[in-house]
């Protein structure tokens, strides 16, 4: 079955701290991965997105990386500002039984940055 | 616009009422995905359509969720006899690229609609 795994369920840090979100994808064939953040009542934001053949892509203080061998994926923050608090959502893009493409969400992670 | 923009913000029906959302997507995007997302959980799939036509519907509940994408109107998602357990936040998200090999484009998210079964 295609699935999503994403820990911690939660983390609180202070800020100003580095912290790394984990992504473990049982998903295949795979295309690629996606990191999203939510901020509450919000809708997702795009953060990155990797191909299998990409092993690093950064967008300002968010570096996400990729090992297709193991199927693993994290997502780096540095600096973590309070605005960060939000949860991180981890997203596959993989091939369905009906032969179309379907993206597999993870159920995310909670961050808090407290000041 | 340059966002997806989902009408309304918030929706309360009885049991048993029909519940009607709203998505316009992003203009210049062909495709408009609908998620359904209970107690902050992962995000569950419901269809998709490229421009008007249906491209993915295997998410649907199809006996009480019915959805549109008509031309120069915004999209819509239609549940007929509510239940307790519809309540959740629906989102829509537009995209330029559908779901497929390659890295494709972001999806670009509403700020959904929280959708109420009393």
């Known amino acids: 079955k295609n699935q999503v795994e994403q820990s911690p369920q939660s983390l609180i840090i202070l800020e100003g701290k580095n912290c790394t979100l984990q992504?473990?994808?049982?998903?295949?064939?795979?295309?690629?991965l996606r990191w999203y953040k939510q901020d509450t009542g919000r809708g997702p934001v795009s953060l990155t997105i990797?191909?299998?053949?990409?092993n690093t892509k950064s967008n300002g203080r968010y570096t996400a990386t990729l090992d297709a061998d193991t199927k693993q994926s994290s997502l780096h923050i540095t600096a973590s500002q309070l605005s960060d608090s939000a949860s991180y959502i981890c997203?596959?893009?993989?091939?369905?039984?009906?032969?179309?493409?379907?993206?597999?969400f993870g159920t995310g992670t909670r961050l808090k940055v407290l000041a | 616009g340059e966002e997806v923009a989902q009408t309304p913000k918030h929706l309360v029906r009885g049991e048993g009422q029909k519940a009607k959302l709203y998505c316009a997507p992003i203009?210049?995007?062909?495709?408009v995905f609908w998620y359904q997302q209970v107690l902050k959980n992962e995000f569950k799939f419901l269809i998709s359509?490229?421009?008007?036509?249906?491209?993915?519907e295997t998410g649907m509940p199809k006996e009480r969720f019915s959805a549109k994408c008509l031309p120069n109107s915004p999209c819509s998602l239609e549940i007929q006899a509510t239940k307790l357990e519809d309540s959740a936040v629906y989102f829509c998200?537009?995209?330029?690229?559908?779901?497929?090999?390659?890295?494709?484009?972001?999806?670009?998210f509403g700020d959904g609609t929280r959708l109420s079964i009393l």
């Open positions: 998200a537009s995209s330029q690229s559908g779901v497929g090999g390659g890295a494709g484009q972001p999806q670009h």
């Open positions: 992504c473990n994808y049982t998903v295949s064939p795979f295309s690629n």
């Open positions: 990797m191909t299998f053949s990409e």
């Open positions: 997203v596959v893009s993989a091939l369905g039984p009906s032969g179309t493409y379907k993206y597999i």
């Open positions: 203009k210049g995007h062909s495709y």
């Open positions: 359509f490229q421009n008007e036509n249906v491209f993915d």
